[in-house]
């Protein structure tokens, strides 16, 4: 079996006739296997800090939304639209499609009126009524929230009010700037605040104490590094 001596001289002499057919000078074999050495070591410690960050839960939560599909909630659509989420359609494009249809009384091309049967935030009520045989349509826009009377929509505008810090009056200045309908009335507003309140200090306390289980899970260990910020100037 070779010994690290005759290796070396093999290498040197391998090292020397490349240098001179190339026109280079020769590096020692010491600087040579100097630098084999660093370049493991550095492969080395880069693959233990990227495995590192991988198994941190933020480099974790981020894998998780890469991979996110989004997934109808019927089993036999090849739809990509979820369903139990929110488009913004104008009104000419609603009405135009609706005239692509046949009536479902006459069974006619359709043609009649749009209106708004109902309005409340949000959430409307739409009628198309059919000009030939006056027979009626209607959509609602958003669901019930359940066991309550309040609309889906008008409770999430709500809370996403609230959680970019504009309250009322941000929300009716968006709805004005996109066109929107206006937003559930202040009295009103003022009244649903009082009754999130509870869900509100309940969801925030479940997502407190996981975001402490999960670094607890990360770090192996209790004694945890946190900074806090405990001012925000609103009104």
Known sequence: MPT????????????????ARQNVQP???????????????????????????SSLPSQQKITKRIKLDITPTS???????????YTIVQNPVLFSLMCQTNCRGCGNRWSGIMNIKKREGLFVILSFQCSSCKNTVTIETSPK????????????????????????????KLMGAMNLPSPIQNETYSKWDKDLLPSVKSFSSRSMRKGVEEAIAAANDTDLIVSGDGFWQTR
Do not use: E, F, M, W
């Open 145 to 172: 929230v359940v066991a309550s009377n309040r609309r889906d929509i008008n409770v999430r505008s709500q809370i996403g009010g609230h959680l970019c810090g504009i309250r009322y009056a941000g929300l009716v």
């Open 75 to 85: 089993s036999n659509s090849n739809s990509n639209v979820p369903l139990d989420g």
């Open 27 to 53: 590096r020692p074999a010491s600087s040579l296997q100097s630098n084999n050495t660093s370049t493991l070591q550095t492969a080395t410690s880069d693959l233990s800090t990227s495995s590192k960050r």
């Open 4 to 19: 690290r001596k005759s290796y070396t001289r093999r290498h040197s002499k391998r090292t020397l006739v490349r240098c």
